[in-house]
């Protein structure tokens, strides 16, 4: 299959060994590997922001953008959004705890750097997406999707908001979308591409 009939257009929301705290990663699960696989035409790193901001940021950012990908991170929560927006990203996949009545307005906060702000995996952090503004970014997870009814949980919102497919891949083997696409397809729900291609990364947002 060549780089034009791949049917993944976009995926920002991949784990590499910079998430070092997150055990389901794998040391070859490396940000060279990820540009090397080229399993989607648009690619984003969004490591867990906890394990890499304070001290190692500059290596992150500097490693991501030598392989031509997009540098996102994954921000758990309004406390983990305060530190964030002080750094510059391309996007954010944002947990929004459903039992964490602050995260809704740590959302908020991140919309403001004029960043496009990704719900990530609303179930499976107890995401109350009725609290969501319409029109917000939300993701459907390849994987955590299939462990609830999906159709019960995101037909009511199929309208609501943008939808964003992506593999929450943290080994190499996890590179796909293959649940998340099928979902979005029995679901009637199109991608929305955030960024585009072959463009500069200063200009690729058409968010």
Not at 44 to 56: K, P, Q, T, V, Y
Not at 167 to 182: E, F, G, V, Y
Not at 188 to 200: A, I, P, Q, R, Y
Request: net charge negative; charged share 25%.
């Amino acid at each position: 299959m060549n780089k034009d009939e791949r049917p993944v257009t976009q995926d920002l929301h991949i784990h590499t060994i910079f998430s070092d705290g997150d055990s389901a990663v794998v040391p070859q699960q490396t940000i060279e590997l990820v540009a090397f696989a080229k399993h989607a035409d648009n690619v984003g790193i969004s490591d867990h922001s906890e394990c890499f901001l304070a001290e190692r940021y500059e290596e992150y950012y500097a490693a991501v953008k030598k392989a031509d990908l997009y540098c996102g991170v994954e921000v758990n929560g309004f406390r983990r959004a305060e530190a964030a927006v002080k750094y510059e990203f391309d996007y954010f996949i944002y947990h929004c705890n459903g039992n964490e009545p602050r995260d809704y307005a740590g959302f908020e906060q991140l919309l403001k750097t004029g960043k496009p702000v990704i719900i990530a995996h609303p179930y499976a952090v107890g995401t109350d997406l009725n609290l969501i503004p319409a029109g917000s970014l939300v993701e459907i997870n390849n994987r955590y999707v299939w462990r609830y009814d999906w159709k019960k949980e995101l037909g009511p919102f199929i309208d609501r908001f943008r939808w964003v497919f992506g593999s929450d891949a943290h080994q190499p083997n996890w590179l796909n979308q293959s649940i998340a696409r099928r979902v979005g397809e029995e679901l009637g729900v199109e991608e929305t591409v955030l960024f585009t291609k072959n463009v500069s990364r200063e200009k690729a947002l058409i968010f």
